[in-house]
């Protein structure tokens, strides 16, 4: 069965025709820019354009599209198919079904794009057959989403999930959330770049320097963990301080839910076992459950960004 699914970002509409009976298989695509802000009538526009793109990409009728999901930012009331506030598009109070539905004539499906990335990869990525499982997407902020048995964690107002606002000190740095000391001020990429920036002023030897050509503006998540891997003392302190912010937030985690697994994705996501060996490590000692036979599994995410579609593709089950 054809179904189709929309990755709405603040920089791209990325749309793509899965087969669900194929192992979520991808046969055609279709994008747009986003050009937010702007009007919401004009990004929906541009999402039923990109649809149609799919479609024709694929070399199906829409009329043979059982459904379309569509993953957003910010909140979404998944029962009105309204998002509720989305601060990237600044929508208020946008009822994207109906006005999806209007355009397109097919039914349509909305949740959060961190849950939709969660889905896709319990689905068909590192997730596929685990009963319960996290994923975790480092990147401006830090993504996640909950799945128990194949069905998002939505909580009793489609909210739930919302793990990168966890509080992991709670005289820490202000969020833009309105809390201070949440887990995404420290593990996000955003907060790796403000780190290694930070450090690179106070040590003006460092080769993170060299790396970012002597411009602080052209740091990013990868520098430090390629000086670290170069022995620079600087790249070293940052990335394992980086690494302890994650662990802490990964522990309250496992300590909380026990899933099967938690994978992890997003820029930092690409170091993988660069990434995820010393952070087992540290992990371990921010586990509760320190004596059971069995522990939740530490991965790498396996879709990269067509976790999103796939994961929207599937919202309507």
Not at 15 to 24: I, K, T
Not at 49 to 74: C, E, M
Not at 139 to 165: F, L, M, Q, R
Request: hydrophobic share 45%; proline share 4%; with cysteine.
């Amino acid at each position: 069965m054809y179904r189709i699914g929309v990755d709405l970002g603040g920089t791209n509409i990325s749309v793509a025709v899965v087969d669900e009976g194929n192992d979520y298989a991808i046969l055609g695509r279709g994008q747009r820019k986003t050009l937010a802000p702007r009007p919401a009538e004009g990004i929906m526009d541009d999402i039923a354009a990109a649809v149609r793109d799919a479609v024709a990409d694929a070399n199906i009728p829409l009329a043979a599209v059982a459904s379309i999901g569509v993953g957003t930012p910010g909140s979404v009331s998944k029962g009105s198919g309204m998002i509720a506030f989305a601060n990237n598009l600044a929508f208020h109070h946008v009822p994207a079904k109906a006005m999806l539905e209007e355009r397109l004539g097919r039914p349509v499906f909305l949740d959060n794009d961190a849950n939709c990335a969660a889905l896709g990869e319990a689905l068909a990525g590192s997730g596929k057959g685990v009963a319960s499982f996290v994923a975790i997407t480092l990147g401006t902020g830090v993504g996640s989403g909950i799945v128990i048995d194949g069905k998002i964690v939505n909580g009793v107002n489609d909210a739930a999930g919302e793990c990168g606002h966890m509080v992991i000190n709670i005289d820490g740095l202000p969020c833009n959330c309105g809390r201070q000391g949440c887990w995404e001020r420290y593990a996000s990429a955003t907060a790796l770049v403000e780190q290694t920036r930070d450090a690179m002023q106070d040590h003006p030897e460092s080769l993170c320097w060299q790396l970012a050509e002597g411009d602080l503006e052209n740091v990013n998540g990868k520098i430090p963990f390629d000086a670290w891997r170069a022995g620079d003392p600087v790249g070293s302190y940052v990335v394992m301080q980086y690494m302890r912010y994650l662990a802490v937030g990964l522990g309250n985690l496992i300590n909380a839910l026990q899933p099967s697994m938690i994978c992890v994705g997003g820029g930092i996501g690409h170091e993988q076992e660069n990434l995820l060996e010393p952070l087992r490590e540290m992990v371990k000692k921010e586990r509760y459950s320190i004596y059971a036979p069995v522990q939740t599994e530490l991965v790498s995410a396996a879709l990269g960004n067509d976790a999103g579609i796939i994961g929207a593709a599937a919202l309507y089950s």
